[in-house]
């Protein structure tokens, strides 16, 4: 069978971000894959009603582009709204902030097709820094460290939604994403695809391009969001007071190794640059460990 003639549903869950999704539509309607055996759900998931009109504006100018709506918050229940929705055995799960490149579809299909017993396809994510301008201290460490989908597959068997693709099959089998999770359902649910015995497998060639973030506020943003999900995923599956206080002393120990790799990277990299990834390795390290604290002392836990 032809793999473009297999109809695909691709979610994509947005909250605030028209401008961004524009150009994730724009580059999801010039893919290589056969353009009548896809569909793309959008989930508004709760923006704001100006923001909402404008979504509903901008979705007309696309076809095969469904509009709908998850009102609670949280990425992972509006995914799941989209899957309800979908028409296709297979899926194909990105962002609205990320830029699939024109053979994203095509590639990652073929690579899911050809491996039957295979649970998900995690892609290659890219992660590019702000056109024509320097890079941040904090863009370049984005570049370093930020989705490395192949070890997220191989160490921690999950893929990052960002870029991911399974069948309609493994839904039915092992559950949809845990909706109560704000950060970290997709570890959650490729962890129950690893258990159920499903083969996993990372495609250099399904390429999605995403934004690094560019300011300390962003980064803090999403270590909070981070650190928060990870600490209640833990907690849901037993989370002792041991292994908390090992992990914590492990991000009180100043990075070593990551210092040495930046230091004799061959990226273009001038001495002040690498100085400035370094300590904003530094930074994520301290914060992740102060918000771990203020979570086990019973801080509340905010996603947005």
């Known amino acids: 069978m032809n793999n473009k003639s297999i109809f695909v549903s691709v979610i994509i869950p947005v909250y605030n971000n028209n401008q961004q999704l524009k150009t994730c539509l724009m580059a999801l ?12 759900i959008v989930i ?20 095969n582009v469904i509009l709908t709506q998850e009102k609670t918050p949280g990425s992972y229940i509006a995914r799941n709204k989209g899957i309800s929705l979908a028409k296709g055995d297979l899926f194909a799960f990105t962002d609205s902030d990320c830029i699939p490149t024109q053979t994203w579809l095509e590639k990652g299909v073929k690579i899911l097709l050809d491996n039957p017993q295979c649970g998900l396809v995690a892609g290659k994510i890219e992660v590019f820094t702000t056109p024509n301008e320097p890079p941040t201290s ?34 039915e089998e092992i559950g949809l994403f845990d909706p109560t ?9 490729g962890n129950r695809v690893f258990q159920a015995g499903y083969s996993q497998l990372y ?16 980064l803090k943003k999403k270590l909070i969001r981070t650190t ?14 041991l292994i908390f ?4 002393i492990r991000f ?4 070593l190794k990551f210092p040495f790799v930046v230091l004799m990277s061959k990226k273009k990299l001038n001495l002040w640059q690498r100085l400035g990834v370094i300590s904003v390795s530094y930074y994520v390290k301290y914060l992740v460990a102060y918000e771990k604290i203020r979570l086990k002392l019973g801080g509340e836990y905010t996603a947005r």
């Open 228 to 241: 928060g999900g990870n600490y209640i995923l833990k907690t849901k599956k037993g989370y002792s007071n």
């Open 252 to 255: 009180l120990i100043p990075p």
């Open 29 to 40: 309607q010039n893919q290589t894959y056969s353009h009548d055996n896809y569909e793309i």
């Open 181 to 189: 999770l704000k950060s970290g359902g997709d570890v959650e649910w």
């Open 245 to 248: 206080f090992l992990e914590l």
């Open 203 to 218: 495609c250099e060639d399904a390429i999605i391009k995403h934004p690094a973030r560019k300011t300390f506020q962003e």
């Open 138 to 171: 904090v863009e370049l460490y984005e570049v370093f460290n930020a989705f490395q989908q192949h070890k997220y597959v191989q160490n921690d068997h999950f893929g990052a939604t960002a870029n991911l693709f399974t069948f309609r099959k493994v839904f």
């Open 44 to 63: 508004d998931n709760g923006s704001e009603e100006s923001l909402k009109q404008a979504l509903e504006s901008l979705i007309k100018n696309f076809d």
